[in-house]
């Protein structure tokens, strides 16, 4: 997937290395060792959204480090399949598209000496559309339609169920929008684009209620709803972001959110959103560095973010998000110093080269403070006892 | 000095110990696999009990089955837009193959010359052999448009108030996959049934043709009373597959957990329900949930076996009298 968008932007991310390299400098002033003895195999666990990020890192961390012996491997199974191989010891180290909840947290609170979210990367939700014939009524070129948080879920409610709806043609004044059914496409698995998304839909009034207090969740609740007079929310589900690009892809007047990098390989039109300034965004990974770089002085300590949504910023996407890794405190169980050793160097190799590679396969990296922060914790990470980097 | 080796009788030959090793060893073995099938179908049971017990605990048994919510934020679980689905798009397909399968199989084994019945036959049996995810491929990328603007657009547009058929035209939902499981199932209740008309002996046909009778009097008087059973037989064998059918369902029904509306509303079946849940349920409560979906699902098959055995003995039972 990330190899079609890796075409376009090989020179951008020579250039964002050089950016990347002058950055860390100033914080970073000893890198970790890498050994050169056989550590065997570091196994991870976990989301679907950053596994094409995470499965070149593994290579060109092997490339950049010839005299490494390891061996990479990353089950994309999804972020639930992340946090329970964290929660049961089943790899050494997790991945999720949402940092651990509170209960989740105090449950791992004594496995491994406890876990740590590092934010590893920043991706966008974005809303990609099949509609023929939407065009400028001035010079009959097709355009690109223009969404906002309000319509967006209403959408998804089911109360706005014609393209050509008044408080669509509202906003794309000058459009010749034609009348066709809207058929909202969502996730039929449980995922991390769908909280991200969940979270997003949770601004308006309807969502709120429609989610109660258990806020966001992974997957739709597509029984009926009070909330919505006894009926239910509509369209049609379809498995994983691939498959929700797929179905948005053969079906006319379909929408789905899914993540920016399948929207692209699909080939799909995707909405211009409004952000908080009031901005129509197209989607773009800047845009998506943008709203992590406005959500970056409000996350926490312990840097479990919620998902980035309607930050400041007039070039900021309003549905972000930080992708996780799930590490364990305690490295002991991982049997060798070397293995520790080479662990952490490839995590601080993807916090400070690595992100270079974000751009080009779809994703944004992390906003400087994140990444200090991040780096900063990779010094917390002990075997028996003592700092692996100290 | 030569001996003339006369070989032993048989039954002096059996009655040596070393010769019926061969004999005694081939009945543990045999009896061996006849008890790990029925060990697994317990473990599977016991196993899907246990760990569905909870659920079970916490809603009730009716409260699980008749719950009509499924929500993983309120923890609230609820089999019965499942069983619905399951039930629905089983019984729609049945509709569709039980007629058409039985046809083809009266075709194919009295009425078709042999030259156009042997391709035929080999063909219905290929479409058996097809992996459920290819055809389920199949029906998301042809069949899914192909109904929703042929059929679908059709019928939402004549009876746009007639209840269970209106609905917005979307193509994955009730409909298709029921109509995915009928072209998924009929080839097995040809097959299954042809066998059954051609071992008929043919001078019960014979005799009646003898008599005067016409082709069609023929079968619908001696050949299909003759055969009820083994055809019966034919349709609970689909029936089971239809229920318990998992990629071609998940990929045209359209995923919504909710006890379908209408004819074009989308749906979900325990099966696909599994399928799409499961790997990545929230917690411990969703797991417990989906075994017992699981569970009632095996509960649904195996009262299905066991009233398609009562049927067929008390339709042989009729034959014979």
Not at chain 1, 113 to 135: D, E, F, Q, S
Request: net charge positive; with cysteine; aromatic share 8%.
């Amino acid at each position: 997937m990330g190899m079609h968008i890796a075409r376009f932007g090989r020179a951008a991310g020579a250039a964002a290395l050089a950016v990347a390299v002058l950055s860390t400098s100033s914080f970073a002033t000893t890198t970790p060792t890498v050994p050169t003895t056989d550590v065997g195999t570091l196994a991870g666990i976990g989301a679907t959204f950053p596994a094409p990020l995470y499965n070149e890192w593994a290579s060109q961390f092997k490339a950049d480090n010839p005299s490494a012996i390891v061996s990479f491997t990353y089950a994309a199974n999804g972020s639930g399949a992340g946090v329970t191989a964290i929660k049961t010891s089943a790899a050494d180290y997790g991945a999720s598209d949402a940092a651990l909840s509170n209960a989740d947290m105090t449950a791992t609170a004594g496995i491994r000496g406890g876990v740590t979210n590092i934010p590893m990367t920043v991706g966008g939700v974005v809303l990609a559309y099949r509609l023929a014939n939407v065009k400028s009524i001035a010079t009959g070129r097709v355009v690109t339609l223009k969404l906002t948080a309000s319509v967006i879920s209403s959408i998804y409610a089911g109360t706005i169920t014609w393209w050509d709806n008044a408080a669509i043609k509202r906003i794309n004044a000058g459009v010749r929008i034609p009348h066709t059914r809207i058929i909202p496409v969502r996730r039929s698995d449980s995922s991390g684009t769908t909280f991200v998304f969940q979270s997003y839909l949770n601004q308006a009034a309807v969502w709120k209620c429609i989610q109660g207090v258990a806020g966001p969740q992974k997957t739709f609740n597509t029984a009926p709803q009070t909330c919505l007079g006894g009926k239910s929310i509509p369209g049609v589900g379809a498995p994983r972001n691939a498959g929700v690009a797929a179905k948005v892809a053969s079906l006319n007047g379909a929408i789905g959110y899914m993540e920016y990098a399948y929207g692209v390989t699909a080939g799909l039109k995707m909405a211009r959103v409004k952000n908080k300034a009031g901005i129509y965004m197209t989607p773009t990974t800047s845009s998506f560095s943008a709203a992590a770089a406005a959500a970056a002085p409000t996350v926490p300590a312990d840097l479990r973010a919620a998902p980035i949504i309607q930050k400041p910023g007039v070039t900021s996407w309003p549905i972000t998000a930080f992708s996780y890794l799930l590490s364990y405190k305690d490295l002991s169980f991982m049997g060798s110093t070397e293995k520790a050793q080479m662990y952490v160097a490839y995590l601080y190799w993807s916090l400070t080269t690595g992100q270079t590679f974000a751009r080009p396969m779809g994703y944004a990296p992390l906003p400087a403070s994140i990444k200090t922060k991040a780096l900063a914790v990779l010094h917390t990470l002990q075997y028996n006892g003592s700092a692996v980097w100290p | 000095m030569p001996t003339t080796m006369t070989p032993l009788p048989l039954r002096d030959r059996l009655a040596q110990p070393v010769a019926r090793v061969p004999d005694r060893s081939f009945g543990l073995i045999a009896g061996g696999a006849a008890l790990l099938a029925m060990a697994a179908l317990l473990g599977i049971a016991v196993l899907l009990g246990i760990n569905s017990a909870d659920t079970f605990r916490r809603f009730g048994v009716l409260g699980f089955v008749l719950g009509t919510a499924w929500d993983v934020g309120s923890l609230a679980f609820g089999a019965l837009p499942f069983i619905a689905g399951t039930l629905i798009t089983a019984g729609l397909a049945m509709l569709i193959a039980v007629p058409v399968g039985i046809l083809a199989a009266l075709y194919l084994a009295e009425f078709a010359p042999r030259w156009l019945a042997r391709p035929l036959v080999m063909l219905v049996e290929l479409i058996a052999a097809i992996p459920s995810v290819v055809i389920g491929l199949w029906g998301l990328v042809v069949l899914t448009p192909l109904v929703r603007d042929t059929v679908e657009t059709w019928v939402t547009t004549t009876f746009p108030n007639v209840p269970f058929l209106a609905g917005t035209p979307v193509g994955s939902d009730v409909f298709t996959a029921s109509l995915l499981l009928a072209i998924m199932v009929t080839p097995t209740i040809v097959a299954v049934s042809r066998e059954v008309i051609l071992a008929l002996p043919a001078n019960y046909r014979e005799a009646y043709i003898g008599l005067g009778a016409t082709r069609w009097e023929t079968v619908a008087t001696v050949v299909l009373p003759s055969v009820r059973a083994g055809i019966l037989g034919a349709c609970i064998l689909a029936l089971g597959r239809a229920m318990g059918e998992t990629m071609a369902v998940t990929m045209t029904i359209g995923n919504a957990d909710r006890v379908p509306t209408g004819l074009f509303d989308q749906g979900q079946t325990i099966a696909s329900k599994i399928a799409t849940s499961f790997v990545e349920a929230s917690g411990p409560e969703e797991v417990g949930a989906l075994l017992g979906l699981g569970l009632i699902l095996m509960v649904m098959t195996l009262a299905v076996g066991i009233v398609a055995r009562l049927l067929v003995g008390r339709s042989r039972a009729a034959a014979a009298s």
